[in-house]
Every structure is written in C-alpha cells, then in structure tokens.
C-alpha cells in the first residue's frame, strides 16, 4: 500500500470515528498533493517530536495607543489579511478572520472589575486575534494534528490536514478559529475574486478548511517582525518578542506594566498580553 493511501486511511478512519466528511484531504490525497504546510519544517518538526528553541513569542497590545490612534486596528487587520490571503466573502456569516476589532466587553467577558471600569473603555477598539496560547485545547481536539504547536510555542495549522470537522472551533474559548464553507479561491456572483489581490508568496486554503492567524511564521522564518506589528510600528501600539527572554522588550513590559490577559480562568496560558 502506497504512503499517500495509507495517509488518505488513517486520516478517513479517523474522520469515520468522529462520524464526520474527509472531502479536503481526500482530494488533496487524490492530486497528489504533499501534505505539505503553511511553514513547511517548522510544521514538518512538530509533528515528530522536536525540542523546543527555549523561545516563546508573545505579544503586548496597548488598547490606549489604538484608541489614539483611529484606524490603526483596521490598518493591521487588513494588512494581515492581505499578506496571509484571507479571503473576503462579503458577509458576516461566512466571515474569515485572522485578526478583527471588537468591543471590550466581548473580548473580556470574565474582567471582574467591568462595573469599575473607565467608561471610555467601552468604545476602544480592541484588537484581537489567536492568543497561542502555551496550553492549547484546540491542539488537544484536533484528531489529525492538524493544528500543533511549533518549537517556539505558536499554535500553527497544517491546511492539508485538516479534514474540517471543526472540534478546534468548539475547543478555543475565543472564538479565534474560522472555517472555510466557501471556497476562498472562487469568485462572487460579480465575478469578483474573494482574494482581492493575491499574495503568491502565501498559501490559499481550500474550502472545509479551518484557519487562523499564525503569528507570521513565515516572517519570522526569514527575521522579520509580524505583519500586524510592522503596521502598528509607528505608534508601538504592539510589540513582539521572546516572552523567555528577560531582556526582550516585551518581558521588559510585561516586568513593569500591569497587564491583562483573556479569560485567564480557561487555564490556557495566551501569550497575548493587553494593556488597558
Ligand atoms: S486562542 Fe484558540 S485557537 Fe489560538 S491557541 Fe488558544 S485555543 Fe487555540
Ligand atoms: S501575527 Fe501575523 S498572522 Fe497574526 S494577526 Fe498579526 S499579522 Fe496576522
């Protein structure tokens, strides 16, 4: 029995326990594709067992700066999404998001000091996005390790093998996973790509394909900083580094300023810190 057949099994038989379709990974199996990922040996070496490099990304948004700053959220939530060829379906139901702005009561539900809280609060814009989170139960549920964390702690997906049957979705706590019931490669009844101006350099999905923000891995591969964080560069509404590194920039941050973190009682350790 061929690899690729013996994959396309396991995967089938996996998705048969859950009872659910293997529609992506079939046809991926079937065009000969690699099971290839959106970071190639970064995902290769996670799914064997890899030491980890002793590095930890983490990220600290300071919610102030963006509300000094009006259409600076926005500025990185398209700038992600352009770089990371998210496609744009035009309504909210079939939504795909990597990144997005929403209101600080629905990005901390759980904050227990929400009655003494500055009412200005109430109409910053919070950005938000995957916390990759050091204790991830989207990782535990996927049953064909799909998503897994990296050597430096980010919560990465494979897109090829995922089989869409979604129990990351329900695992998160913060609703950071999108799924693709369209095909983000198609075109609207105007005959209008959902990928307005493709970025060759990245990976399209597929339809029945779950995504999300990968804390720009490929970025980091080759030494730069996130897309997001590039963008936000100006006002240093975001910084990016090494959490276990003391003299990284954002330990320094996280030593001196008060910060807070999203649903810290779901026990799964992000590595999003907020100033509020
Ligand atoms: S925020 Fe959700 S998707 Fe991201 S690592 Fe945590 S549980 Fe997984
Ligand atoms: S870290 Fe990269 S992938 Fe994640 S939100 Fe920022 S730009 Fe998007």
Redesign the pocket.
């Given at each position: 029995m061929d690899s690729k057949r013996r994959d396309f099994l396991k995967i089938a038989g996996l998705s048969a326990i859950a009872g659910i379709a293997v529609p992506s990974a079939f046809n991926s199996l079937l065009k000969g594709e690699a099971l290839a990922s959106e970071h190639g040996a970064a995902a290769a070496g996670a799914h064997g067992a890899v030491a980890p490099t002793g590095k930890r990304w983490g990220m600290v948004i300071d919610v102030k700066k963006f509300s000094a700053n009006p259409g600076l959220a926005e500025k990185?939530v398209s700038?992600?999404h352009a770089?990371?060829n998210v496609p744009d379906f035009g309504n909210k139901k079939d939504e795909i998001k990597?990144?997005w702005v929403d209101s600080f009561n629905h990005v901390f539900p759980d904050d227990s000091s929400q009655y003494k809280k500055p009412e200005a609060l109430d109409s910053m814009p919070i950005l938000t996005?995957?916390n990759h989170c050091d204790n991830p139960p989207c990782v535990r549920a996927c049953p064909t390790q799909a998503t897994f964390k990296t050597k430096d702690g980010i919560v990465a997906m494979d897109y090829h093998r995922c089989i869409g049957c979604r129990f990351c979705m329900a695992a998160c706590p913060y609703g950071a996973r999108s799924f693709n019931w369209r095909d983000p490669r198609g075109k609207d009844a105007n005959g209008q790509p959902f990928i307005k101006a493709e970025n060759p350099k990245f990976p399209t999905r597929m339809r029945g394909v779950v995504e999300k923000?990968?804390?720009?891995t490929e970025?980091l591969a080759i030494g730069q900083i996130?897309?997001?964080?590039e963008a936000a560069a100006e006002s240093k509404a975001l910084v990016f580094g090494d959490l276990n590194d003391p003299a990284s920039e954002v330990s320094q941050m996280l030593k001196t300023t008060f910060t807070i973190q999203r649903k810290p009682s779901a026990g799964t350790h992000p590595s999003l810190f907020y100033i509020i």
């Open positions: 990185c700038t992600c770089v990371h990597w990144v996005l995957c923000c990968n804390f720009c970025r996130p897309a997001c964080v």
